[in-house]
């Protein structure tokens, strides 16, 4: 049986004989320079001119934007209350929520709180400025958490018990069991 080349193979092979050819050639030749072309340009003189100082107009240009808001309707001015009870109000800070201090956990630069609220099945992980109830995480150390609202602060421990529970261990003699 002899070997019969199709013309098509022949094609394909003298193909392939050409371009290793030239892959050849183009590796063995070395480079031909390449020279950047000189382009003469005029040099533009710039305009040595600088913007104007900007002048803020005075405050009082805008206070027909103060006297009429935009986003109100109306387009007349917030009344602002004078109540004493509201400033009252104010300065009492709002009550602490139900929480327990579960655990902490301290890396280094990052503290977070694990806090359990009344009502929720698991414990929260909170970093430090979590807000909770009103009241903000103000820091959290190795056994408690203190809790911010404006100038009133509240430590939180991690021993402390919520009201109605007892502690646990063996019950006293001569209880049921």
Same mark, same amino acid.
């Given at each position: ?11 394909? &092979? ?12 183009? !590796? ?7 020279? &950047? +072309?000189?382009?003469? !340009?005029?040099? %533009? ?11 803020? =107009?005075? =405050? ?7 006297? $009429? =808001?935009?986003?109100?309707?109306? $387009?007349?001015? &917030?009344?602002v209350p004078a109540d004493k009870t509201a400033a009252a109000a ?5 009550p602490l929520p139900a929480l327990a201090l579960v655990g902490v ?6 503290? &977070? ?7 929720? =099945? ?13 009241? %903000? ?10 809790? $911010? ?12 018990? +919520? ?15």
């Amino acid at each position: 049986m002899t070997a019969r080349i199709a013309p098509a193979q022949a094609a394909l &092979l003298s193909l392939c004989f050409l371009m290793a050819a030239l892959t050849v050639y183009e !590796l063995s030749v070395p480079p031909a320079e390449f020279v &950047l +072309p000189v382009v003469h !340009l005029r040099p %533009q003189i710039a305009a040595a001119q600088s913007p104007p100082a900007f002048i803020a =107009p005075p =405050p009082d240009a805008f206070s027909a934007i103060n006297d $009429r =808001p935009i986003f109100i309707p109306s $387009r007349k001015p &917030l009344a602002v209350p004078a109540d004493k009870t509201a400033a009252a109000a104010a300065a009492a800070p709002p009550p602490l929520p139900a929480l327990a201090l579960v655990g902490v956990i301290l890396d280094g630069q990052n503290s &977070l709180a694990m806090v359990k609220l009344a009502g929720a =099945p698991f414990a929260q992980a909170m970093a430090v400025g979590a807000s909770i109830g009103g009241w %903000q995480i103000a820091s959290v150390g190795p056994d408690k958490i203190v809790l $911010r609202a404006g100038t009133f602060e509240q430590d939180v421990r991690m021993d402390a018990k +919520p009201a109605g529970q007892t502690p646990a261990g063996p019950p006293p003699p001569g209880s049921p069991q």
